[in-house]
């Protein structure tokens, strides 16, 4: 494969997709790609970000990226200054088989982390949300990415069920990543309770 | 890959330039999203309230500035 410098690339409403050639082999999210990104940027749903080659119609990786929220049934009765949490959804995510293992997919959660960071000086985000697959190599991946679970018990009950290589019926987990974290000017202050 | 007690995971938590996973791809849904247990809403915002700045974490991820490099011939 010839050498190029890969581009980032936020997707705009005249994008032709078709014209690109991308294949995860995921069928539901080589499907969003091609049948669902356009309609989703144009409703206002999602916004896509690709990673390419500037010179061939090769797309490496995508994401999509929405505004969300962690909240809490309110009977729960938490008192909290908030009722929930705001972030960013991390929907999609895919990388082309063709460039698996060669660390795109780490360049495209730095770039995620790198929009939400710009986001979050205008609007209130304080985290980026994922579902993680249920497999160790994933979960470890997002963890030593900063990742953890919204759901912390249930997070350790999965862990030490894939430690124990216990039936799990679930297919994915929510993970955070807290934009604070790397924030220095917001970690410095008292939260107020 | 050595496989940390769950313990450990939470704990640790430092980061590092780690493998990718092979089946690296996220379909993300609304479930999960309203949190059901008061133990977890609590744990999860002692979290957030808690939080310290990572100045690993912090230099890590101000090392991207949107130039990526040529792995594809690796």
């Keep these: 494969m010839t050498a190029f410098k890969p581009i980032f690339e936020k997707v705009e409403i005249d994008f032709r997709f078709k014209e690109f050639i991308f294949h995860s082999g995921i069928n539901e999210l080589d499907e969003f790609f091609y049948e669902y990104s356009s309609k989703f940027i144009k409703n206002g749903y999602s916004q896509i970000n690709i990673l390419r080659n500037p010179e061939t119609p090769d797309i490496m990786g995508f994401f999509s990226l929405s505004s969300s929220t962690i909240r809490w049934e309110e009977s729960l009765r938490i008192e909290k200054i908030t009722r929930y949490v705001p972030g960013?959804?991390?929907?999609?995510?895919?990388?082309?088989k063709r460039f698996r293992r060669k660390k795109?997919?780490?360049?495209?959660?730095?770039?995620?982390?790198?929009?939400?960071?710009?986001?979050?000086n205008e609007v209130g985000c304080r985290c980026i949300f994922v579902d993680s697959l249920i497999k160790s190599e994933t979960i470890n991946f997002y963890l030593n990415m900063g990742f953890r679970f919204v759901d912390i018990p249930l997070g350790k009950t999965i862990l030490k069920k894939l430690e124990n290589n216990e039936k799990i019926v679930r297919k994915t987990i929510k993970m955070y990543f807290d934009l604070y974290k790397i924030q220095r000017y917001y970690t410095i202050l008292n939260f107020p309770k | 890959m050595i496989f940390l007690k769950t313990e450990d995971k939470l704990q640790k938590i430092k980061f590092e330039d780690i493998e990718e996973p092979e089946d690296f791809y996220v379909i993300s849904d609304n479930d999960d999203?309203?949190?059901?247990?008061?133990?977890?809403?609590?744990?999860?915002?002692?979290?957030?309230?808690s939080v310290e700045y990572d100045a690993e974490l912090a230099e890590f991820y101000s090392k991207f500035d949107n130039e990526i490099d040529d792995r594809t011939s690796e």
């Excluded at chain 2, 999203?33 to 309230?49: C, G, P, Q, R």
């Design chain 2, 33 to 49: 999203l309203v949190l059901t247990s008061k133990e977890a809403v609590e744990l999860l915002m002692d979290e957030l309230e």
């Design chain 1, 104 to 120: 795109f997919g780490s360049d495209l959660i730095k770039k995620v982390i790198n929009i939400a960071l710009k986001f979050s």
């Design chain 1, 88 to 96: 960013i959804l991390l929907g999609m995510f895919a990388i082309d």
